[in-house]
């Protein structure tokens, strides 16, 4: 309780949160709060009032903490009878983008306030004898995120020094966050749409009381890593691709026997097989009009227009990745995550789909096979009468025998069977010599 707690990325997000929270119930009465404006910060002034009507003493100062003699001249002014005994290094910052938009600049701009802020409070603070070291790294390091390439480095570097500082006999824990709900900082970045894509995707946000309570958790465990994150188990299932380091939590059915697949498992390629191409066309747009409203949390594709781009649509790099992951999905094709950059608009990448889907004009054996493909569909689709069966079975018989025909001239080397001039004994009889009954 005498003792100084540090916290980076302290007067907003979920710097604030722990404060707070430090204060309240964990008897806190000296913090030191730093973020790059300082005092100037938004909501600093009102927050160090709030923590002082709880009974404590905060500073708040502004310090670049990737600065290392800036942080050595901040920690130089904690007064000796108030000394530092933890640091929690919750600053952060979020650039998300697609692996080939990531300049120098943007890694450097998410890797400097997280890698080399934490090393310099490590190298500054491992000789204070310090209670807590506590670093606030994300899920995205440890499972890895669409368009989070540099975050996910940035965090694992926490990890890994954690474990360093563990190898040393110094305290420290990387607590590898899922998401939080908007409570300002970098959480106050992510929309609605992106929380309802989390959720979607197996990981719903945690709420304040829940993120404080795993964090009392955590640092009072024995392990160095922890994720304190929500699972939403089902959502996990349902996606089919179980994360290996998920494999003990979800359990999977036997696989089906792909007799008993359902008919909605019929590989899109096949469907389109017979369709004009309007129609083709049609059910494309739909596919992608669809896979568009989900990603941007619509409740159906109404809202989604083919002509419109999709950054206007509100398509960001995370979300276009999401959506071409689920097109990859329903269309069992490998799409290239710039897919939205390089046809902006559902327009454009039904016709990349249909060139992709669709192959040129089938001829030959291929040809009839796919005829014959929606034949048996259609066939075993209805229901008919004797007057029916008995003339559709006529006309296949005829078909069994022109193909009879093409393959005993095929065989034979022999004039063409005349099927026009034939007898209709000649024609059961060569309807009895393919089905191997003479």
């Not at 009032?49 to 130089?76: F, I, K, N, P």
């Not at 966050?177 to 990981?203: C, H, I, S, Y």
């Not at 902006?344 to 016709?351: E, F, G, N």
């Not at 796919?370 to 075993?380: G, H």
Request: charged share 20%.
């Amino acid at each position: 309780a005498e003792g100084t707690v540090l916290i980076t990325g302290g007067t907003g997000g979920l710097g604030a949160v722990l404060a707070r929270h430090l204060v309240a119930e964990r008897g806190v009465r000296r913090l030191l709060l730093l973020s790059r404006r300082g005092p100037g910060a938004e909501g600093a002034e009102a927050l160090v009032g709030e923590l002082a009507r709880l009974g404590a003493e905060a500073t708040v100062a502004a310090c670049d903490v990737a600065d290392r003699e800036a942080l050595a001249g901040v920690l130089a002014g904690v007064p000796s009878g108030h000394p530092l005994t933890a640091v929690v290094h919750a600053a952060g910052v979020l650039d998300d983008g697609v692996v080939g938009s990531l300049t120098p600049g943007r890694l450097d701009g998410v890797l400097r306030p997280k890698v080399d802020a934490a090393w310099h409070l490590h190298e500054l603070t491992r000789d204070l004898g310090l209670g807590a070291f506590v670093v606030f790294s994300s899920v995205a390091g440890v499972f890895g995120g669409a368009g989070q390439g540099n975050y996910a480095a940035a965090n694992t570097f926490l990890d890994a020094l954690v474990a360093c500082r563990r190898a040393e006999g110094l305290p420290g824990v990387s607590l590898a966050w899922g998401p939080w709900d908007q409570v300002g900082g970098m959480t106050g970045t992510v929309g609605e749409a992106d929380m309802r894509r989390l959720a979607r995707a197996g990981m719903p946000p945690l709420s304040v009381d829940q993120g404080v309570a795993l964090f009392d958790a955590a640092v009072t465990g024995s392990r160095a890593l922890v994720l304190p994150v929500r699972l939403d188990l089902a959502a996990l299932r349902a996606q089919g691709g179980i994360p290996p380091l998920l494999s003990g939590l979800i359990r999977t059915p036997a696989r089906r026997s792909a007799t008993a697949a359902p008919r909605s498992a019929e590989p899109l390629g096949q469907r389109l097989t017979g369709l004009t191409e309007e129609e083709r066309r049609a059910v494309l747009l739909t596919l992608v009009r669809e896979q568009a409203a989900v990603v941007l949390g619509h409740a159906d594709g109404t809202a989604v227009g083919a002509s419109r781009q999709f950054q206007e649509l509100g398509f960001d790099s995370l979300t276009a990745v999401d959506f071409r992951n689920r097109l990859n999905a329903a269309t069992g094709l490998r799409l290239p995550a710039t897919l939205l950059f390089d046809y902006p608009t559902p327009a454009d990448v039904v016709d990349h789909l249909h060139s992709r889907l669709v192959t040129e004009a089938v001829t030959g054996a291929g040809s009839v096979l796919a005829v014959l493909d929606q034949l048996e569909k259609a066939i075993t689709e209805m229901t008919v009468d004797a007057q029916e069966f008995k003339h559709v079975g006529g006309r296949i018989e005829v078909l069994r025998a022109k193909w009879a025909a093409l393959r005993q001239e095929s065989a034979s080397g022999s004039g063409e069977f005349d099927l026009e001039a034939a007898s209709d004994d000649d024609v059961f009889a060569l309807l009895d010599d393919e089905l191997g009954l003479s």
